[in-house]
């Protein structure tokens, strides 16, 4: 195939220029600039190129008309117009507003994704179309979605900027080992025993409790306004809220503790020795447990992070976890050239966090909090470097407005009113709540949570800055998660 | 601190922002529930997932918690209707509440403002141009136009003048539109879900209907057995309720009225699926396309005729017919094998053959006997034939030839092989079809709000095209004698996009400098 070498010369393009991007940043030097803008082009020429052969090689394959065989229909094609849309978005700002500086920030996002692709072993083949796909719906439908993910990412990015230049760095060590330690555990715990995951929901609501007991009302923190606001409603309704999850809760332990106890109780008649079995349960019951306090940590900081303004560690945590993930697909990239894994072979994260080798974890894990630090420590140089750029703060948080002012009639025309006219066609139910149509609406609440938030309640800055960078982990979330994990009608998008 | 009645406490909370955040965060986190846990499921499937989730020992309680919570069909759950009902009431609520605001915005006619206003605007800038008022004010309507305004004029309070325009105020009212789209949607779903059906039915070819099946489960064991035996007898009739009617000895409005308990829908007309037929790419047993040919019979009389596809129905009295399944009958007693027979000698014919029968191969006196049947037939790696699916992807049917001679011998005629084909003598039996084979799965839906949703879609659209990317642009331009020449300050606001505004209003002051020089 041909349009393989084309995907393959825009891969190592944007490569090129996040490197270039970045010198650029650190030197101000106006050739590196010019070149890294050039690379990018060339980058996105290629790309085009590619896609085109790539269309013309699905049309003759299919024996269908040129719409349908736009080469949308897979994970790796929707990936692949992903990036050429992010990319040309990014030009159409570099162009239209005459600076490079945002390139650093969205390149690297490119490059994820396209090393994503490769890394994750999923197929590039040409399939053909499975009957249900087969209309004209599927060129705008798909061809719009994406259009609004590419400014979803674009919002991401200069949310993200608009965190670093604006926050001043005001936790303590401790609070930010504390934290970082607390999601660790979360994270490590969670990962051995997925069934603590109802912890979650228990300390979520404990912690929503304590704060109602001790009359710290989140709602006044998290909408500070005029005195004379009427709140007493709301604050009623959140106690019964939270009152009735916890008993919820508390329901659902008590069955279980009684299922367990006569569940134990049969094990014990058949174990002879009655320590083994209390023992035993001992044990789970401990390791619940601490798993259970490491939640509450953790929301009590997550917490606390976002409602006292901490945002330093916001988007420390958000660009360290980022920056380490790019850079370990990276490595994984380095391993796949130097040949040591099959190729085509899921083997995303392999040669670090998911080796086999568990020196090589231990190191991962350790170099992997080390960046966090580092980043969190000297994260006021990023913030210097960004104000070199003499952009105003006003005018990087109007652009992610605008970006998502862009991004969100788009979503909602072409993501969710043209899937659903799509949808009734083709199974005869505009809206079926499966799980991707529900995650674009939860996604589409996101949006607009943040655009009534800035437009109704006059958030700016860091704020509305917080719920676009958390919006973005849904629209990943929405893109890959539901695909990868969740089953449904939309199950053509998945790795295979 | 002031008393508050009750109305207007009630309306203060449903107008509020904050409880429309409630009602997101809810709907939001609920849905995620939904997502995960998969909706109309068998109990085993959701066990599992809950296992992964929360381990062996407490998915089954689990699994009863969240099933008397409505979470196992929670989309149609009452608290989730609920929810969104409260979602809605709290739009038309937030909407009603500042909507007079906005209307007086839009509709109240633009005046000259006074000198503390003007200076506490957002965009400013200001210029000096050489000469009178008069002339100078004849330049900033020319620069004004230039960028698009029409000005209007007035004397100001402080001598002078002020030239104010504005463009497009009625932009204002894109929220409102896209809000009471939102509304006409869920209306449009409420009417959906009181005077419309979701249901399907499985029709095999040469068989008409006139009932489809609702996909609601059934409550007690007692029903479900009924509607399983309504099931059965109507299967029986072929889907023939006056057929049925009569064998019960029931009037057919009585037994109307009994399928309708059972969440069986009768139709005032019955569907026929003529043909059905599978197109596959290339020899891969991946389908291309799938369709059925339907007939609408009225009263006995056909009506109207279509083939369907995945993305292309039928519609006919207010129900849809999608095409959404197939398979193989059970009993393939009523198919019958189309062969297209050509002799040698260039003649050739059609033949519609039963399993059982057997015909005389035209050109020859060799008798041939329909003996065999499968529907997916291919060679194993030691070269005898096999079934290899349950589904009719190369049908092929087994003969057995009886030459004048007396000799007998088998063999196989396979649809996608043409080499199977061609018999010693030459003759050619090309197999068309086995006919009457599978059954065609169809959803029919009926939804008379579809319509209404339809409008609230474009309305929504139109509604964010309006809020988004078109502002609401007001600027004055005030007019003072200064030192020989005229002071020229431009003030200006937008309700969006500030950003280009104040680009068009730097544009705008370089034209009024730029005649200076």
């Known amino acids: 195939m041909q349009s393989s070498v084309f995907f393959g010369l825009s891969t190592v393009a944007y490569i090129l220029a996040m490197i270039a991007y970045i010198t650029y940043i650190a030197f101000k030097n106006r050739a590196v600039g010019m070149a890294a803008t050039g690379i990018t082009v060339a980058g996105f020429a290629s790309q085009t190129i590619a896609i085109l052969i790539r269309w013309s090689e699905f049309y003759q394959l299919s024996g269908m008309g040129i719409i349908r065989s736009v080469p949308l229909t897979n994970l790796y094609e929707s990936l692949v117009f992903f990036v050429w849309c992010l990319i040309l978005g990014y030009l159409v700002i570099e162009f239209k507003y005459k600076n490079r500086s945002f390139g650093a920030f969205v390149t690297p996002v490119a490059g994820l994704a396209l090393a994503f692709i490769d890394l994750s072993g999923m197929s590039k083949d040409i399939q053909p179309l499975v009957p249900a796909l087969q209309s004209n719906w599927l060129l705008v439908h798909v061809m719009m979605s994406f259009i609004a993910y590419s400014t979803f990412a674009i919002a991401f990015s200069t949310a993200l900027m608009y965190l670093i230049a604006n926050s001043e760095k005001q936790e303590k060590k401790i609070t930010f080992w504390g934290v970082v330690i607390a999601f660790a555990l979360l994270f490590g715990l969670t990962t051995l025993y997925p069934q603590t995951a109802i912890m979650w929901i228990l300390s979520f609501a404990l912690v929503v409790v304590v704060d109602i007991k001790l009359n710290v009302d989140i709602s006044k923190r998290v909408f500070p306004k005029k005195e004379s606001q009427p709140v007493n409603i709301l604050k009623n309704i959140g106690t019964i809220l939270a009152l009735s999850l916890v008993s919820i809760a508390a329901i659902l332990i008590f069955i279980q503790l009684v299922k367990f106890q006569l569940v134990k109780a049969e094990e014990a008649a058949k174990i002879k020795h009655l320590g083994e079995s209390v023992s035993a ?76 080798s568990p020196v090589i974890v231990l190191a991962s894990y350790t170099a992997f ?125 998945s790795l295979e | ?151 209007q004029e007035e004397a100001d309070a402080h001598g002078g003048y002020q030239l104010f325009a504005q463009k497009a105020p009625w932009s204002r009212l894109g929220i409102y539109i896209s809000h009471f789209s939102i509304l006409i949607i869920l209306i449009g779903a409420v009417i959906g879900i009181f005077f419309g059906f979701k249901a399907f039915v499985n029709i095999p070819e040469g068989v008409g209907y006139s009932i489809v099946f609702q996909n609601r489960g059934v409550s007690t064991e007692a029903e479900s057995n009924e509607r399983n035996r309504l099931v059965n007898m109507l299967d029986m009739a072929k889907g023939d309720l006056n057929y049925l009617a009569q064998n019960l000895g029931v009037p057919l409005s009585q037994l109307k009225t009994d399928l309708r308990k059972y969440g069986i829908i009768p139709l005032d007309f019955t569907v026929k699926c003529e043909d059905f037929d599978v197109e596959f790419y290339g020899r891969s047993d991946m389908p291309k396309a799938y369709k059925s040919l339907l007939t609408v019979y009225e009263g006995g009389k056909p009506v109207t005729s279509k083939w369907i596809e995945v993305n292309s129905p039928l519609k006919y009295k207010g129900v849809t017919f999608y095409q959404s399944s197939y398979g193989l009958l059970d009993d393939l007693s009523s198919g019958e094998a189309v062969f297209d027979i050509k002799t040698p000698a260039g003649a050739s014919e059609t033949r519609r053959v039963k399993p059982g029968e057997s015909f005389t191969i035209p050109g020859s006196n060799a008798t041939a006997t329909f003996v065999d049947f499968s529907p997916a037939l291919k060679a194993d790696e030691m070269g005898r034939p096999v079934t290899y699916a349950n589904l009719m992807n190369n049908p092929a049917v087994g003969l057995e030839i009886k030459s004048p001679g007396g000799q007998v011998s088998g063999r196989w005629i396979l649809e996608r092989e043409p080499a199977s084909w061609v018999l010693e003598d030459g003759t050619i039996l090309e197999l068309k079809d086995f006919w009457g084979a599978q059954y065609t799965g169809l959803q029919a839906r009926k939804d008379p709000g579809v319509r209404v949703v339809y409008l609230g879609c474009l309305t929504l659209a139109i509604g964010l095209f309006v809020a988004f990317f078109m502002s609401h642009k007001k600027l004055w331009v005030r007019l003072q004698p200064d030192k020989g020449g005229t002071r020229v300050q431009v003030a200006a606001t937008a309700s969006k996009n500030k950003f280009s505004f104040e680009r068009q209003i730097e544009k705008l002051t370089a034209l009024l400098k730029e005649e200076n020089k």
């Open chain 2, 1 to 151: 601190m002031e008393q508050k009645s009750v109305s207007d406490r009630v309306w203060s909370f449903f107008s509020s922002v904050k409880l429309a955040i409630v009602i997101f965060s809810l709907i939001g986190l609920t849905s995620i529930v939904g997502t995960i846990i998969e909706q109309q499921a068998p109990r085993e499937k959701n066990i599992q997932v809950l296992t992964k989730l929360v381990g062996q020992d407490l998915a089954p309680g689990a699994y009863n918690v969240l099933d008397s919570l409505g979470f196992m069909d929670m989309y149609r759950s009452w608290w989730f209707l609920a929810l969104l009902m409260l979602f809605g009431l709290n739009l038309l609520v937030c909407s009603t509440d500042r909507f007079p605001a906005i209307w007086r915005q839009v509709t109240t006619p633009l005046k000259p403002l006074p000198r503390e206003t003007f200076n506490s605007l957002g965009i400013r800038s200001e210029a000096v141009i050489k000469g009178g008022q008069e002339a100078a004010k004849e330049r900033a309507r020319k620069a004004l136009k230039a960028i698009g305004f029409k000005a």
């Open chain 1, 369 to 493: 909090l080390w960046l966090i630090y580092l980043v969190w420590r000297y994260g006021n140089a990023l913030k210097k470097i960004i104000s070199s750029f003499n952009l105003s703060s006003d005018f990087i948080d109007e652009l992610t407005y605008r970006a998502i002012s862009i991004g969100f009639p788009i979503f909602t025309l072409g993501g969710l009113i043209f899937g659903a006219i799509w949808a009734d066609q083709a199974w005869g139910v505009y809206w079926s709540w499966d799980p991707k149509e529900t995650w674009s609406l939860i996604t589409w609440l996101f949006y607009a949570f943040y655009l009534h938030a800035r437009l109704l309640k006059g958030w700016r800055g860091p704020r509305v800055s917080v719920v676009a960078v958390l919006a973005f982990t849904v629209v990943i979330f929405t893109y890959l998660g539901v695909n990868l994990l969740l089953s449904g009608l939309h199950a053509y998008g």
């Open chain 1, 281 to 356: 349960a001992g044990f789970k019951g401990a390791v619940m447990g601490i798993v259970g306090l490491m939640f509450f940590i953790g929301l009590v900081s997550l917490k606390y992070l976002i409602l006292n303004r901490e945002y330093h560690l916001f988007w420390t945590l958000i660009l360290g976890i980022s920056v380490a993930l790019l850079s370990a697909m990276g490595i994984d990239y380095v391993a796949k050239f130097l040949g040591d894994t099959a190729p085509n072979e899921g083997m995303t994260l392999k040669s670090t966090f998911r080796s086999s």
